[in-house]
Nanobody
Framework: QVPLVESGGALVQAGGSLTLTCEAS????????MGWYRQDPGKQREQVAT???????TYANSVEGRFTISKDNVKNTVYLQMNGLKPEDTAVYYC?????????WGQGTQVTVSS
């Protein structure tokens, strides 16, 4: 059973919007803080946004004001609303626990932003 499944990635033009979804499977799944991460080929994976069980959020400087992380505790689902997308946002996006991503990584979802 895959614990994390990301979806919603696509090819969009600069300035466009996307909403990514992360579904966490498993009975009794309970993580205090979840995060979205991204990785471009040849670069290190970086943390983009986090959200606590209580709803407190943090964002990387590069996405502050453009991205919004949210969650549904009942559905074990975490979302990433991305607005004002830029070519530099192009990457594979993953979700995982935060600040330490200790869950087996999912396959991620590809976001490509064309200029």
């Amino acid at each position: 059973q895959v614990p994390l499944v990301e979806s919603g990635g696509a090819l969009v033009q600069a300035g466009g919007s996307l909403t990514l979804t992360c579904e966490a499977s498993g009975r009794g799944f309970s993580i205090n803080t979840m995060g979205w991460y991204r990785q471009d080929p040849g670069k290190q994976r970086e943390q983009v946004a986090t959200i606590t069980r209580g709803g407190r959020t943090t964002y990387a400087n590069s996405v502050e004001g453009r991205f919004t992380i949210s969650k549904d505790n009942v559905k074990n689902t975490v979302y990433l609303q991305m607005n004002g997308l830029k070519p530099e946002d192009t990457a594979v996006y993953y979700c995982n626990a935060a600040p330490v991503p200790h869950i087996t990584w999912g396959q991620g979802t590809q976001v490509t932003v064309s200029s």
